[in-house]
């Protein structure tokens, strides 16, 4: 069964510590996994994809990683800010133009 | 540059009443597009999704149905809503020459009592 685990569920930080948000899943055999932002009560906004042939993939302070083999993928937060705050997803994809395998969020908050 | 809309953002309807939620894009030609459920403290649910005009599939049997008459409008529908069927209901598409990378409205927040 195709699974994917989000841990911390939370996490709380001050500003601008640097954070790991990390993600696992069960299958490594998947076409790209994203990373996605949920403020509260709004829409998802995709973060970063990464390809399953990428090792890792940047957008300003965000680095997310990959690694199929061990089934895992990490976002890096650099600098965190309050704004950051708010819950973070992963979700894998197996099937070109399938769905989303998507894990639980870890709830970010960053304190001023 | 691309859109997606969704409406109503909130919609309150009583037990037994029916449903229809519309999603439309903008921008882009022939998209895949998704129906999600995010349910509280349970994630994302895809119920249902399709890769061209009237081609829907279905992930879990329940009282919900989809239809795309259009190529870039994708409705949800249901006859008789239940009190399970409250949610927050996200609609997303995506193509093939984006690597498949998925884009998600704002979606609607259903309430039913």
């Known amino acids: 069964k195709q699974e994917v685990t989000q841990i911390p569920a939370a996490l709380s930080v001050p500003e601008g510590e640097n954070l790991v948000l990390n993600c696992s899943f069960t299958d490594s055999a998947i076409y790209n996994l994203q990373w996605f932002r949920q403020d509260p009560g709004k829409g998802l906004t995709s973060l970063l994809l990464i390809q399953s042939s990428q090792r890792e993939q940047t957008s300003g302070r965000l680095n997310a990683s990959l690694d199929k083999s061990s089934g895992r993928s990490t976002l890096y937060i650099a600098a965190s800010q309050p704004g950051d705050s708010a819950t973070y997803l992963c979700a894998a994809l197996y099937n070109q133009g399938g769905k989303l395998i998507f894990g639980q969020g870890t709830e970010l908050s960053v304190k001023p | 540059s691309q859109t997606i809309h969704q409406w109503p953002a909130t919609l309150v309807q009583p037990v037994g009443s029916p449903l229809s939620l519309e999603c439309t894009v903008e921008?882009?030609?022939?998209?895949?597009l998704y129906w999600y459920r995010q349910a509280a403290g349970r994630g994302l649910q895809l119920l249902f999704y399709?890769?061209?005009?009237?081609?829907i599939s279905s992930e879990v049997p329940q009282n919900l149905s989809a239809s795309r008459p259009q190529d870039r409008q994708f409705i949800l529908s249901s006859k008789k809503l239940l009190l399970s069927d409250s949610g927050f209901y996200l609609c997303a598409w995506s193509v093939g020459s984006g690597f498949y990378e998925q884009y998600f409205g704002p979606g609607t927040r259903l309430t039913v009592t």
């Open positions: 921008g882009t030609s022939n998209p895949n």
């Open positions: 399709s890769v061209g005009i009237g081609q």
